[in-house]
């Protein structure tokens, strides 16, 4: 196989890797969230997850394909290196997920706060007795004084300073 056939055999196996990935996001969209997530991260791990299969050679695959080839046929002694991989790399993307859950759960608490406080003032304007009056609470109260009390007789009016 010359170089230029390993690249395009690379690239064809990441065009068909990133349908599946696709397609397995379109299979895990009804989830809850918290099962969702992991089992996206679990299949990206999996398709896209390289081993070596020649050292001197540097040559790569895919490390799912070499354990089904190695297991199913019997062919080889990469299953283990593989699974290795398999497994190292889940761990590091599990490790950065669980490091993204914590970053954005505290993130997702403030809005959720937010959102509750902004729905309550919105009941509480909904029921207050003064929106209903045209101008508002513009009366007698405007600065924040209580009215002058008006005494019978006298018909004097003096202003408010």
């Known amino acids: 196989m010359t170089e230029n056939d390993y690249l395009i055999a690379w690239g064809l196996y990441a065009f068909a890797a990133l349908g599946c990935l696709l397609v397995w996001l379109r299979m895990t969209r009804f989830m809850w969230r918290w099962l969702r997530e992991p089992l996206r ?6 398709l896209f997850s390289p081993t070596i299969i020649d050292p001197v050679k540097e040559k790569f695959a895919p490390a799912v394909a070499i354990t ?4 199913a046929f019997k062919v080889g002694n990469n299953a283990w290196r593989a699974v290795s991989d398999l497994l190292m790399y889940t761990i590091i993307a599990f490790c950065l997920y669980g490091v993204f ?3 954005r759960w505290p993130i997702e608490r403030a809005g959720k706060a937010r959102k509750a406080q902004a729905v309550a003032a919105e009941q509480a304007r909904k029921h207050d007795p003064e929106d209903d009056q045209p ?3 513009a009366g007698d109260d405007r600065y ?3 009215a002058a009390s008006s ?6 009016v003096e202003p408010r300073l």
């Open 144 to 146: 924040g004084r209580a």
């Open 41 to 46: 991260v679990l299949m990206a791990v999996l």
């Open 135 to 137: 101008f508002g609470s």
């Open 68 to 71: 089904a080839l190695d297991l």
């Open 151 to 156: 005494v019978p007789g006298s018909s004097r």
């Open 101 to 103: 859950v914590l970053i």
